[in-house]
T-cell receptor
Framework: DAKTTQPPSMDCAEGRAANLPCNHSTISGNEYVYWYRQIHSQGPQYIIHGLKNNETNEMASLIITEDRKSSTLILPHATLRDTAVYYCIVRAPDSWGKLQFGAGTQVVVTP | NAGVTQTPKFQVLKTGQSMTLQCAQD?????MSWYRQDPGMGLRLIHYSVGAGITDQGEVPNGYNVSRSTTEDFPLRLLSAAPSQTSVYFC???????????????FGPGTRLTVL
């Protein structure tokens, strides 16, 4: 699975959009981009994933560049409960149960 | 659905003791995994299973054993605990692979293990 690079931390004001970047320049054609988050002391939680097209669900939007070498997770209206570590993961569908978690981005939402 | 459950939530062991961390899921997922998370670090895969009777090693398997006799359960055994195994352990299960790859993982709440 391709490696990802994320900034170690970022702050966001409550109510504003949080834009979390991820670089995955070695991504292969069949690899998906996944985002998970981990709120303190809890198990990771799935947010969203995509292959080529931009995706949106009730939690977030995922924007993938045309060359697929980077992506951005957007939390449209950040709340204090969105404070967490966010992990960007790239993996192929046949990677069985394996998820390669890096260090992620610590997002702190402030009032 | 209870999702993925783990027991115990907390455990303190002495060096050399053995124990089993329990994990169960009620979503009929084929794939189950065990991860450990050390302070300030991401998760590292210990062992995983793609179905009953089938297991394989992950990134950091040494010191841990697993078995998968049923679809629902995937226990993790520490045969002789060491201080280096002090960590938070997460179990996860995954959907069947579908067209479009909606194979998201669901994680349990974790077991916090301290080895003295």
């Amino acid at each position: 699975d391709a490696k990802t690079t994320q900034p170690p931390s970022m702050d966001c004001a409550e109510g504003r959009a949080a834009n979390l970047p991820c670089n995955h320049s070695t991504i292969s054609g069949n690899e998906y981009v996944y985002w998970y988050r981990q709120i303190h002391s809890q198990g990771p939680q799935y947010i969203i994933h995509g292959l080529k097209n931009n995706e949106t669900n009730e939690m977030a939007s995922l924007i993938i560049t045309e060359d697929r070498k980077s992506s951005t997770l957007i939390l449209p209206h950040a709340t204090l409960r969105d404070t967490a570590v966010y992990y960007c993961i790239v993996r192929a569908p046949d990677s069985w149960g394996k998820l390669q978690f890096g260090a992620g981005t610590q997002v702190v939402v402030t009032p | 659905n209870a999702g993925v459950t783990q027991t115990p939530k907390f455990q303190v062991l002495k060096t050399g003791q053995s124990m089993t961390l329990q994990c169960a899921q009620d979503m009929n997922h084929e794939y189950m995994s065990w991860y450990r998370q050390d302070p300030g670090m991401g998760l590292r895969l210990i062992h995983y299973s793609v179905g009953a009777g089938i297991t394989d090693q992950g990134e950091v398997p040494n010191g841990y054993n697993v078995s998968r006799s049923t679809t629902e359960d995937f226990p993790l055994r520490l045969l002789s605990a060491a201080p280096s195994q002090t960590s938070v352990y997460f179990c996860a299960s995954r959907n069947h692979r579908l067209a479009g790859s909606t194979d998201t993982q669901y994680f349990g709440p974790g077991t916090r293990l301290t080895v003295l």
